[in-house]
């Protein structure tokens, strides 16, 4: 009988739990018409829903919550240093006092600062970032607020968004040609873990339900 020799555990107190989710740049259109890009990574899908968590104080949260739309656009492995660029920048201004303290600052064009190009949406205001291979339109279903307390957190609380995609643009070279799918192995998105950028590594199966 094979005897299963469990892994040594230790308990820890991280600061944070971002066990690796894919970097998401959403675009969101400001009062003033342009535009701006938050870049994130506290995102799940689930068929055509994804939900996302934004702490408050940003500009992105505030004009999502008043314009109700905007673009998922998934970074790929390549845009990791135009992310980097953007990642110690907010849209809003002022720049909220917990964010001044380390370092943040105003930016108001971020598509210049990252490197990036707009391209239109089709069903929502706010365009599309070229560069990403993975492009969402959506529509905010469900907002809930959480206040500061409980939640222990630096800033203003956090929101959890509910949306809805209604609009999903792809790069040619990730589509499965003749397919409505994404080929898994083309398709390199960039991932956010616990603070570093990482890469996807290499493809080691797929699930019962995969269609191709
Ligand atoms: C890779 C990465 C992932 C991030 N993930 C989140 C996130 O999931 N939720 C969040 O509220 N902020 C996240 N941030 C921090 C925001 O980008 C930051 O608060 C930024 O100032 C928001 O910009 P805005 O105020 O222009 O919307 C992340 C930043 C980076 C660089």
Not at 11 to 32: A, C, E, K, Q
Not at 46 to 59: C, F, H, K, P, T
Request: charged fraction near 20%; proline fraction near 7%.
């Amino acid at each position: 009988m094979d005897i299963y020799h469990a892994p040594d555990t230790r308990v820890i107190h991280p600061s944070i739990l971002y066990f690796g989710t894919p970097v998401v740049l959403i675009t969101t259109r400001n009062p003033d018409g342009s535009t701006n890009i938050t870049p994130m990574s506290s995102a799940w899908a689930l068929a055509d829903r994804v939900v996302i968590g934004l702490s408050g104080g940003g500009q992105g949260l505030a004009n999502l919550e008043r314009e109700r739309e905007c673009v998922l656009n998934l970074a790929s492995e390549d845009m990791c240093e135009g992310v980097e660029r953007i990642a110690p920048t907010t849209g809003h201004h002022p720049v909220p006092a917990w964010k001044q303290t380390i370092g943040y600052r105003h930016e108001a064009d971020k598509f210049r600062l990252g490197g990036w190009h707009a391209a239109p949406s089709v069903s929502v205001s706010a365009p599309r970032i070229a560069e990403c291979p993975l492009q969402l339109e959506a529509r905010v279903l469900l907002t809930v607020e959480r206040p500061i307390e409980p939640w222990h957190g630096d800033a203003g609380g956090y929101a959890i968004i509910e949306l809805e995609v209604v609009q999903v643009h792809a790069h040619d070279e990730i589509v499965v040609s003749g397919t409505q799918h994404i080929d898994p192995v083309r398709y390199q998105p960039l991932f956010y873990l616990f603070r570093h950028y990482v890469g996807r590594g290499n493809a080691l199966g797929k699930t019962f339900k995969a269609e191709v």
